[in-house]
């Protein structure tokens, strides 16, 4: 596709609830990374994938979070039992591989109620 | 943990200035990036400088890279209005995956 695409992008669920956060790469790329942005603050990496490689978890904050990225393409981020602090941006992002560029997505924006 | 600390945090500026703005981070790298981000969106990406390059040009855009010291700066010249966002610098910190810093919020006024 002409980008990396995230759905949706905008998400309103209530505290402990599940949710799923979809995103397209671009494609041929073959990394993927899924960040995490607070209101007015940095990103904070979540995951990445490369290849067929083991993804690279040590971001992810709590075993409610999980992601998984099926036939090297699109990627899934799931969050359990949601809670108010998970509030935020969630942004995806891939690349051609490491030491290349990273695109990203528009984001996909959690309210937890 | 963040990797990179942008300086300063918060930027103004008036319309023809140049900004500055400085990353430091703490561990060797591969390269390191700049992106921009409005609204709280998608990033943008500006211009990646790698570890054996001292400075790089596009545009407006002035970026130098000093390892010894660990840290990078920004320059935009002459700013715009429509300049106004935030500015992140990533670093692979020699591994695979980029760590953005706190980011600096750059505002020019008309």
């Known amino acids: 596709g002409a980008g990396v695409s995230q759905s949706p992008s905008n998400k309103v669920t209530e505290k402990g609830k599940d949710v799923e956060l979809r995103c397209d790469p671009i494609s041929g790329h073959t990394a993927l990374y899924w960040y995490r942005q607070s209101l007015g603050q940095g990103l904070e990496f979540l995951i990445y994938f490369q290849g067929n490689s083991a993804p690279d978890k040590s971001g992810l904050p709590s075993d409610r979070f999980s992601a998984e990225r099926t036939g090297g393409s699109v990627s899934t981020l799931t969050i359990q039992r949601t809670q108010q602090e998970d509030s935020a941006v969630y942004l995806c992002?891939?690349?051609?591989?490491?030491?290349?560029?990273?695109?990203f997505g528009e984001g996909s924006w959690l309210t937890v109620v | 943990s963040q990797q990179g600390e942008e300086d300063p945090q918060a930027l103004s500026i008036q319309e023809g200035e140049n900004a500055t703005m400085n990353c430091s981070y703490k561990?060797?790298?591969?390269?390191l990036q700049w992106y921009r981000q409005n609204s709280g969106r998608g990033l943008v990406h500006l211009i990646l400088i790698r570890s054996n390059e001292r400075e790089k040009h596009s545009g407006r855009l002035r970026v130098t890279l000093d390892t010894s010291k660990k840290s990078s700066s920004l320059l935009i010249t002459a700013s715009r209005a429509a300049d106004t966002a935030s500015y992140f610098c990533a670093t692979d910190a020699g591994t695979d995956k980029l760590i953005f810093g706190t980011g600096t919020r750059l505002q020019v006024f008309p």
């Open positions: 561990t060797s790298i591969n390269n």
């Open positions: 992002a891939s690349s051609l591989g490491q030491r290349n560029t990273i695109y």
